[in-house]
């Protein structure tokens, strides 16, 4: 006998030893149950369903996490882009608009001074 087994004849008779009604019914259930060869068989298929599904519903959910992962970063990488070519653009307008201004200062300067003879 293994440590499992062990483990649930030691439960068996623990519970045995209960004497309120509803739990020797439910002993009793258990016992017809498990001395029933097609009641245990499915009973497999149920847990073996059972952990397919939890498997299945795991697996969804980390492939779910990936996609929403990869979607924000694309989101988040557009996002970034067009807020950094509107900086850029507002930058080059801003040094644009200063070189010109320093331009038409120094010919203005140009024009306004004498010119030797």
Do not use: C
């Not at 030893?17 to 001395?35: G, N, Q, T």
């Amino acid at each position: 006998m293994n440590s499992g087994q062990i483990y649930y004849w030691r439960e068996e008779l623990t519970m045995a030893k209960i004497a309120h009604e509803p739990v020797k019914r439910a002993m009793s259930r258990i016992r017809e149950l498990s001395a029933d060869e097609e009641a245990r068989r499915l009973a497999f298929v149920r847990e073996r369903a059972m952990r397919d599904e939890v498997s299945q519903l795991n697996e969804a959910r980390q492939e779910g996490e990936q996609i929403g992962l990869a979607k924000g970063e694309q989101i988040g990488l557009e996002k970034g882009e067009q807020i950094g070519l509107e900086k850029g653009e507002q930058i080059g307008l801003e040094k644009g608009e200063q070189i010109g201004l320093e331009r038409g200062e120094r010919l203005r300067a140009e024009k306004d001074s004498p010119k030797p003879l």
